[in-house]
């Protein structure tokens, strides 16, 4: 009896999905995360102060969502995994603890 067993599965190719997901993986992830974080920073405090100068209802749920977006970006990129340091540096490795 002959077993049909699944054609071997290629490993996933860690392509990145854009720009900013590229150099997270490159060799300036650390300047990279910092950079978009602190424009997400600049992008939270500006629409809260849009949000507290008053808006029409519709403006305040698009800044709402807007606000919202930003916040679940800016914890995405908190828990980004840097890649490891390469072979030999003597940098430490920054990224999430693990326990």
Same mark, same amino acid.
Do not use: I
């Given at each position: 009896?002959?077993? &049909? &067993? *699944?054609?071997?599965?290629? *490993?996933?190719?860690? +392509? =990145?999905? !854009?720009?900013? @997901? +590229?150099?997270?993986?490159?060799? /300036?992830?650390?300047? =990279?995360?910092? +950079?978009? %974080? =602190?424009? %997400?920073?600049? &992008?939270?405090?500006?629409? $809260? /102060? /849009?949000?507290?100068? !008053?808006? =029409?209802?519709?403006?305040?749920?698009? &800044?709402?969502? %807007? %606000?919202?977006? /930003?916040?679940?970006?800016? @914890?995405?990129?908190?828990?980004?995994?840097? #890649? #490891?340091?390469?072979?030999?540096?003597?940098? *430490?490795?920054?990224? #999430?603890? $693990?326990?």
């Amino acid at each position: 009896m002959k077993l &049909l &067993l *699944p054609d071997a599965v290629k *490993p996933l190719q860690a +392509e =990145a999905l !854009g720009p900013l @997901e +590229e150099r997270l993986r490159g060799a /300036s992830a650390v300047q =990279a995360r910092a +950079e978009a %974080l =602190a424009q %997400l920073a600049a &992008l939270e405090q500006r629409t $809260r /102060s /849009s949000m507290a100068a !008053g808006v =029409a209802p519709q403006r305040y749920r698009e &800044l709402a969502a %807007l %606000l919202d977006a /930003s916040l679940a970006a800016h @914890e995405v990129l908190a828990h980004f995994s840097l #890649p #490891p340091p390469l072979a030999g540096s003597r940098l *430490p490795h920054v990224g #999430p603890e $693990r326990k």
